[in-house]
């Protein structure tokens, strides 16, 4: 570890702050998630257009762009989801193999949304689990 010159606060890689995130978290697999959904749990969906038009989307789930997602889900915010009822709402973030999400997850924890926790894998992992994935409608469609 080096500390930054400029701040004089301590510099770490991004495997060591993914390490860090994630112990403060209990991150759940596929049909954790699932069952969480069913039970009234939020899927957020942060991966970009170009993958959910590749891959599908994860039916129910709520599409937020990752650059969006604290506005979105911040209860208090004015530019909140309808969904962003509760501190206390479940958030699971998706994101394509569980990277981004882990972030996002510490960002949506420092809002007070204790119950924020990130899919294992991501939506591949969604999928590689066999669980249900729609195709994204083609512009024009409705």
């Not at 500390?3 to 991150?27: K, P, Q, W, Y």
């Not at 994860?58 to 911040?74: C, F």
């Amino acid at each position: 570890m080096s500390r930054d010159l400029n701040s004089g606060t301590e510099r770490v890689g991004i495997d060591e702050l993914l390490e860090r995130v994630r112990a403060g978290f209990d991150r759940i697999g596929a049909h954790e998630a699932a069952a969480a959904a069913a039970d009234g749990a939020l899927l957020v969906d942060i991966r970009y257009a170009a993958l959910r038009d590749r891959d599908g989307l994860i039916p129910g789930a709520l599409v937020v762009e990752r650059n969006e997602l604290e506005w979105r889900l911040d209860p208090q915010g004015s530019h909140r989801a309808p969904e962003a009822v509760s501190h206390d709402l479940q958030v699971v973030v998706v994101c394509n193999e569980g990277y981004a999400s882990s972030l996002a997850v510490a960002s949506l924890q420092q809002l007070g949304l204790h119950r924020a926790t990130d899919l294992i894998g991501g939506f591949q992992a969604w999928r590689a689990a066999g669980l249900p994935v729609r195709a994204r409608p083609a512009a024009g469609d409705a």
